[in-house]
């Protein structure tokens, strides 16, 4: 097991053809960076603006430092671009490098959920005001990227969230490239949609990805201008167009919109916890389903995933009575 995952030289063929999958490049000297500052409007808490883009402890694209500032990495129109911001006093200060700098610093103010308006929240339950009095730094989202949340939102399908992780991190690092600019660690960029189209076969057996979900990734990637061009519908009409990818459903499509679009409304339906979570806390009923769920999220509607984060950030969770859910390592057969 000692050398399992150690390095390889990068597979070139596939059956078929070749593959075209570069060869990890030496990181280049460090430009200057861009950058820009905002103060945005009320309080702002980066780390829980910002953590549902973080995808488990060891994400190559996510690291927050101990200074409190957040480095993350993306593949946007113009190429890979990293951006680090850092909370000082009532303003942000963001820096950015690589091609795509000038997108992410433009979009920074959205980003820090400068486009959401916590302020049409109104709490209907005691736990729930709680938790928003005690976290008013709280804001969504927007990133304007569909990809970079579509494809680990589809390799955290019905498995366990480090097993989910684990893939993840294992094929950006292999498969993806250096961050630009001075990133702490080995921050990578997650791969192009043709990169990721050409990923063999046994990468993903090795990276415990059943062919199930890499299936689904490979259909969406072949289709991703389409996909990233729903960052300009409403959330609603988004997912309906990512659902048209076979083995996307309604838990995949509302944890992408969540993060791209930034949807206040966009409740997942069809979680292991999230229902008897919601149903704990507001009623009692550490049993319910996703009817149950929704139905006691109705006093929320337009409002209905900000409540289920809050929720979530109240602490308010039903004790464990069963095991942990077995985790399979597909890499090992």
């Known amino acids: 097991m000692a050398g399992r995952f150690a390095p390889r030289p990068p597979r070139t063929t596939v059956p078929g053809g070749h593959a075209g999958v570069p060869a990890r490049l030496p990181r280049q000297a460090t430009a200057a960076g861009r950058e820009r500052t905002y103060v945005p409007q009320g309080p702002l808490d980066l780390g829980l603006v910002l953590g549902p883009l973080r995808r488990g402890p060891g994400d190559p694209t996510f690291r927050a430092m101990p200074d409190g500032a957040v480095w993350r990495v993306s593949r946007t129109p113009l190429g890979p671009g990293s951006l680090r911001v850092t909370a000082r006093g009532a303003a942000v200060r963001a820096e950015a490098w690589g091609p795509g700098a000038e997108w992410l610093l433009d ?6 959920g400068a486009a959401d308006d916590p302020e049409a929240f109104v709490p209907r339950h005691r736990v729930v005001a709680t938790a928003r009095h005690r976290r008013p730094g709280l804001r969504l989202t927007r990133t304007g990227l569909v990809l970079e949340s579509l494809i680990p939102s589809i390799l955290e399908q019905k498995v366990t969230t480090d097993e989910a992780y684990r893939a993840w991190r294992l094929l950006v690092r292999k498969f993806g490239e250096p961050a630009p600019g001075p990133v702490p660690g080995q921050m990578c960029v997650m791969p192009d949609a043709r990169t990721w189209a050409l990923i063999p076969s046994w990468e993903w057996h090795r990276a415990g990805v059943d062919d199930k979900r890499a299936s689904t990734i490979l259909r969406s990637v072949r289709v991703a201008a389409r996909l990233e061009q729903t960052v300009g519908m409403a959330p609603e009409e988004a997912r309906a167009r990512l659902e048209v990818v076979p083995g996307v459903g309604p838990w995949t499509s509302a944890e992408v919109v969540q993060r791209s679009h930034g949807a206040a409304d966009a409740v997942t339906v069809g979680d292991l916890h999230l229902p008897g979570i919601v149903g704990f806390a507001l009623a ?11 139905s006691l999220l109705e006093p929320y509607a337009g409002q209905r995933h900000r409540a289920a984060r809050l929720i979530l950030l109240s602490g308010r ?13 597909v890499g090992r057969l």
């Open 107 to 112: 979009r920074v103010p959205e980003l820090l």
């Open 284 to 294: 009692g009923d550490r049993d319910a389903d996703d009817a149950a769920m929704l």
């Open 317 to 329: 969770v039903p004790a464990r009575r069963a095991p942990r859910m077995p985790r399979w390592d």
